[in-house]
């Protein structure tokens, strides 16, 4: 009898051993983890760098945990400096705009308007003086309106909608001419989703500005590649390189915000991106976009003098010059047309 209570009272004392050490070395450790982890919700994003002690699995949980709240606080940052660099460069962009806007166009207009009021003035004491200056005045509100579609060819270029992403493509590359930049297809060229095209054309702008500012590259190849599932972008230069950083979120830390932009154009439209470089190799960037037909390019045309894209089912008016017909928004743009076609015709050619 005693030895059954003796084996009783072992049993009792190893049983309230284990239930102490259970409570010290795992109930407690969770429940401090579980505070640690609340607290991070209240903002204190360096709760879970204090052990919380317990058993070794209990504080790898922990580090495992604290290592997810340092990635998700740098991704925080690095989504804080990249915002930050985006409005900066809107504002850099409407300051740009702002400026042409004043030291051009309104200059122009601020002197067409001064002429008309002179040759007003000179009309019955002076009308060839008058004349001469109205004549004047015409020529520079055309200049003016040749400003005014480069500047809106600056923030959507014409040819895109028009002639589509590849003719876009090498008419940007005739126009940079400080090196060479070839184009090519490979399949079956066709019009994509206006969404898409404009991406990859953004794309292929922000790689041609990286590899003359940052690679000094002296040669630049684009090519287009259209798949049965998809269209391929890629850019290839012979600058100088760089080591490419191992995650997406660390573009922004390194000050790749352009790269970072062409990442989010092509996740945004469910596409990849890839990119490889090394230093003194140059960099080759790859754009993957799978294939979208729920919303092809509307049968759009430019209105000849505006420059505005308009539908021909919503034209204003329409007329036929040399077997051609052109559209208009407005009545002003329909009789300027009419009064002197080929100087607009030749503005639109000048343009793109």
Not at 3 to 26: K, M, N, P
Request: net charge negative; glycine share 6%.
């Amino acid at each position: 009898m005693s030895d059954l209570l003796e084996l009783c009272g072992v049993v009792l004392v190893v049983l309230l051993a284990s239930h102490i050490w259970f409570f010290h070395r795992i109930m407690n450790p969770l429940r401090r983890l579980c505070s640690q982890t609340s607290q991070i919700t209240q903002g204190d994003f360096g709760a879970l760098e204090n052990s919380c002690g317990g058993i070794a699995e209990i504080d790898a949980l922990r580090r495992s945990m604290a290592g997810m709240v340092r990635h998700v606080r740098r991704s925080q940052e690095h989504s804080f400096v990249y915002a930050e660099e985006l409005a900066n460069g809107q504002e850099a962009e409407r300051a740009r705009i702002a400026r042409e806007l004043h030291d051009q166009t309104i200059q122009s207009l601020v002197a067409i308007a001064w002429s008309m009021d002179m040759a007003q003035k000179w009309v019955k004491s002076d009308p060839e003086r008058a004349i001469t200056t109205l004549v004047e005045a015409r020529k520079q509100s055309l200049d003016t309106i040749a400003e005014l579609r480069d500047l809106i060819g600056d923030l959507r270029p014409p040819a895109l909608n028009e002639l589509g992403l590849v003719a876009a493509l090498r008419l940007q590359a005739d126009k940079h001419a400080s090196f060479p930049v070839s184009i090519a297809v490979e399949g079956t060229e066709r019009r994509l989703d206006e969404t898409h095209e404009l991406a990859l054309f953004r794309s292929a702008q922000e790689a041609l500005i990286n590899a003359c500012r940052h690679g000094h590259a002296t040669r630049v190849d684009i090519k287009v590649v259209y798949e049965p599932n998809g269209t391929r972008l890629i850019v290839r230069d012979n600058g100088e390189g760089f080591v490419p950083p191992k995650h997406v979120g660390a573009l922004a830390a390194d000050g790749h915000y352009g790269l970072l932009g062409i990442h989010e154009r092509a996740q945004y439209l469910d596409g990849t991106v890839s990119v490889r470089s090394q230093k003194d190799s140059g960099t080759t960037i790859t754009i993957s976009l799978p294939e979208d037909n729920r919303h092809q390019p509307p049968d759009s045309v430019r209105d000849p003098v505006c420059s505005a894209i308009i539908e021909p089912h919503q034209a204003y008016a329409s007329a036929i010059y040399q077997n051609q017909t052109y559209y208009f928004c407005c009545p002003v743009c329909q009789g300027a047309f009419q009064s002197d076609p080929e100087t607009y015709l030749q503005l639109e050619e000048s343009a793109t």
